[in-house]
């Protein structure tokens, strides 16, 4: 059992974003190592002194280089997209919304479903066809969360909305000092039908 659950708290369906981000740091990853190899073969030939016959000294240097800088690079991008998503959670409870992001510095989002006042799905034209999309989440009072390329993005927004549906009445009701009173001259007040939770 996971300990970060309340009682009676059950998850519903995990994810991480949809790997199509990982389309161009993959690319990258492969190119790298291709553009290095390259590059060493043509410096060890000696063509460099060819070009520039005052860096003739230097081939060994150039070559180390070349490593050092194709290392940074293909640690700095690709790795880093790598472990940024592979550091994103999105979790469904019967209770919250959990995001997760990051591995050394993590950050971590609970968002109770009974503040959610409207949830939609937002999709390119890429990502109908990847059936991926964004979860956009209405909080009330002006706040909001977005969840980016969430894949099977409309079985996710289904069983959000099912378990929202789920919830003890109870825990849809707002705090007492939420509701908006119309002023009728007395002081009291009568609540406003229009903000009721349906």
Same mark, same amino acid.
């Given at each position: 059992m996971r300990s970060w659950l309340a009682p009676g708290e059950q998850v519903i369906v995990q /994810? =991480?974003? !949809? &790997?199509? #981000?990982l389309t161009l740091p993959v690319a990258v990853f492969l190119v790298i190592p291709a553009v290095a190899g390259f590059a060493l073969a043509w410096l060890s030939r000696g063509s460099v002194g060819r070009l520039a016959p005052a860096l003739v000294g230097w081939q060994t240097a150039l070559m180390t280089a070349v490593v050092v800088l194709a290392s940074l690079a293909w640690i700095v991008y690709p790795l880093r997209r790598y472990l940024r998503w592979a550091g994103t959670r999105y979790t469904l409870t019967s209770r919250r919304i959990v995001v997760r992001r990051g591995w050394l510095r993590r950050s971590r989002q609970d968002i109770p479903l009974a503040t959610v006042r409207n949830l939609g799905s937002r999709q390119s034209g890429l !990502?109908?066809? *990847? =059936? #991926?999309?964004?979860? &956009? @989440? %209405? *909080?009330g009072q002006g706040e909001s969360a977005l969840m980016a390329d969430m894949p099977e993005v409309a079985r996710f927004r289904n069983f959000a909305l099912a378990?929202?549906?789920? *919830?003890?009445? #109870? /825990? @849809?009701?707002?705090?007492?000092? %939420?509701?908006?009173?119309?002023d009728d001259g007395d002081g009291h007040g009568e609540e406003d039908p229009d903000n009721e939770r349906r």
């Open positions: /994810s =991480r974003p !949809q &790997a199509r #981000s !990502q109908r066809i *990847l =059936r #991926s999309g964004t979860i &956009a @989440l %209405d *909080l378990a929202i549906d789920e *919830l003890p009445h #109870s /825990s @849809l009701a707002r705090p007492e000092n %939420d509701w908006n009173f119309a």
